[in-house]
């Protein structure tokens, strides 16, 4: 006997009874977008290895340690995609959309990183993407971050997550904060952890995120970012804020929330939770007005910010707010030799007079008790059952499956009015 095949570790499948609830994610997701005037793009799942070291930076872990990189049949160097910004842009830059014009696109679907896998993150894990283009003020960095606030709203878990913002200013005021803090840490190197201490000469902002109570610990006495800001960066910031506070919209201010792209500058912003235990990131972004020249484009400012589906899957489960609607909505059974023959076009005619029932036929056979429990396993609201007398009379038998009303022989007509609230559900 052949040894059965495993799915990859990290690449999970997502099975039929889990099905549901990311479809109801997705479609509160697509109709919250919508509702603010944006278009979707979709961007392929492989690109050149170039792309990511120029956009991400190779300084980063991404780059460094979680690419899924390999060489094709010409010897070119290929990616997984392990983000959607730096694709996003790419699209952009190559269809002429985005100089001089105004973008709002929003994209979902497949990322990859080598990591270790854990609850709510696995190496072949989905995202779901908003970005702007061609738009500088900090009206649009409080616009996005408002699209996400309504996006937690909808979902019912504002009371779960807490916006947490800075800014990292201007790339000279990054500079300037990163040979500052790489000054100040360098003088406690054998006291910080690994990574911090490998990060110190790349990428010492990334210290910042460290988990570790003692460089944590060495932190705290640290230059803050706030000091090296620009003037213009600083109003901006201000302006943000006030935006917020005018909306509503509540947020502490982060000045050790740094992100781990190199492409950002200013508004940085996550929005995170401690509902899945540790506190973690259920969305992040920000702003990337370099983005789009650093790879071939002409000068264009940029707004955005990414969410994993898998950990707000996981949250809404765990809060118990994902009602994903049923699977099916009635099960056509069928009596009888005639109803056998003429149960497809029974359910086609079905189909056409109630567009979005969500319809199964029974097939293989069977007497009256073996159909009912195949309804009643199926999920569905209610049985229709088609024997010698209906297709006689053009009638339909309605039976409800989850309630204790009566089965009812209605013509075709009736029928149809009585399950018409199904669709809707």
Partial sequence: MAKTIQAIRGMNDILPDQSPAWQAVERVLRDV???????????????????????????????????????DRNGDSLTLRPEGTASCVRAGNQHGLLYNQ????????PMFRYERPQKGRYRQFHQFGVEVFGLADAAIDAEVIMLSARLWQQFGISDQVQLQLNSLASNEARHAYRDALKAYLSDYREQLDEDSQRRLQSNPLRIL?????NTQAILANAPQLSDYWDDESAAHFDELCQRLQAAGIDYVINQRLVRGLDYYNRTVFEWVTDALGAQGTVCAGGRYDGLVEQLGGRATPA???????????LLLQEQQKVQPRRSVDAYLMLLGDEAELRGADVAEKLRDALPGLRLTTHIGGGNLKKQMKKADKSGAEVALIVGSDELANEQLSIKPLRTEAPQEQLDWATAVERLQPLTRG
């Fill in 209 to 213: 995120d460290s988990k570790d109570a």
């Fill in 33 to 71: 977008v919508a509702s603010y005037g944006y278009s979707e793009i979709r961007m392929p799942m492989v690109e050149s290895t170039h792309l990511f070291k120029r956009s991400i930076g190779e300084a980063t872990d991404i780059v460094e340690k979680e690419m899924y990189t390999f060489e």
């Fill in 102 to 109: 105004i973008q709002r696109l929003w994209y979902m679907g």
């Fill in 303 to 313: 707004f955005g910010f990414a969410l994993g589906l898998e950990r707000l899957v």
